[in-house]
């Protein structure tokens, strides 16, 4: 394939039965969808004149079809999205650990994935934005960490499968936070993280969340779907939360293993995982022929592209619209 920067592989299922199972019963996703998706995906992106590259391998392709339910009109705007904000803006290229701000902001334990699984298999991330100073640190600094943290967490396919839990220590976070970003970026940056990182958020916990901010965290919630809102949930303190097994934890927040050692535990996977997350650069789209509304971001930009493409090329998209979308998740 001429647009190809991997190999467009054979998909074999070496997962488990167990997690073969779930990804059928909650994601749709059997030999015969998987197959047809995959193929579509990759004849779509050939033939889209607007990306000049893109990953063909089937772990990445699936990442968005899972999170999407094989929905395939669905993943190919996500991935097109997905595209473009990757080259829009530079803190989401050149995802290397070892930059001076992303080096400290890692070692602090700013934000990092804690070694065990939950009760359920899902990866549990833990965000301390309190270690971010507001003073020190740019705004774009914020989203490339995190960007290299779930790009990390999103090559293993028992992850893009079971989803995510996202822990958010609110310790120490006041107003001068709230002038990181403008409502505008805030507004763009919530309705991407939920519509354009191919991430099932399974569960989103805040604790010790300070007044003075709460009517930012009641704005975001404004901005995302039902389903989304129904996952989020804020506390006063760690312990009033029932739904975390606190043994996989920090020692610090109830655990047995000390923060320190799971951040060096963390850094070590990413470390394994930073030739790929560096080679996703090579993958490129056609900035000129997106309005300057879809190059920063605004989700219903795209959305009319799409729509308009859907009209003048019914034989690209009428096929793969059969694929209904579930309410499982």
Known sequence: MKKATTFADDYEFSLSKELKTLAEMELRETCATRDFALKALRDWIESNPRIASA???????????????FSVPITQEGIERYLLLRQSYDFFSNLDMNLPAMKTLLDTGYIFAVPQRDQFGRRVIIIRPGVFDPYKYANTDMLKVHGMVYETLMEDEENQIRGYVHIVDCTGVNLPYMTLFTPKEAVRIVKNAENTLPMRHKEIVAFKMHASIKF???????????????????FTSLDAVKVIDRSILPSEFGGTIPMAEMIESWKAEMAAKQPVLLANDKMRVHLEMYSLKAREGAISALKQLHCASSENDKSLYGLQGSFRKLEVD
């Open 216 to 234: 930012a965290a009641d704005f975001a919630l404004g901005l995302v779907t039902e389903k989304l809102r129904s996952r989020i949930k804020f």
């Open 55 to 69: 990953r063909m391998d089937s772990s990445f392709l699936l990442r968005f079809l899972r999170a999407k339910k």
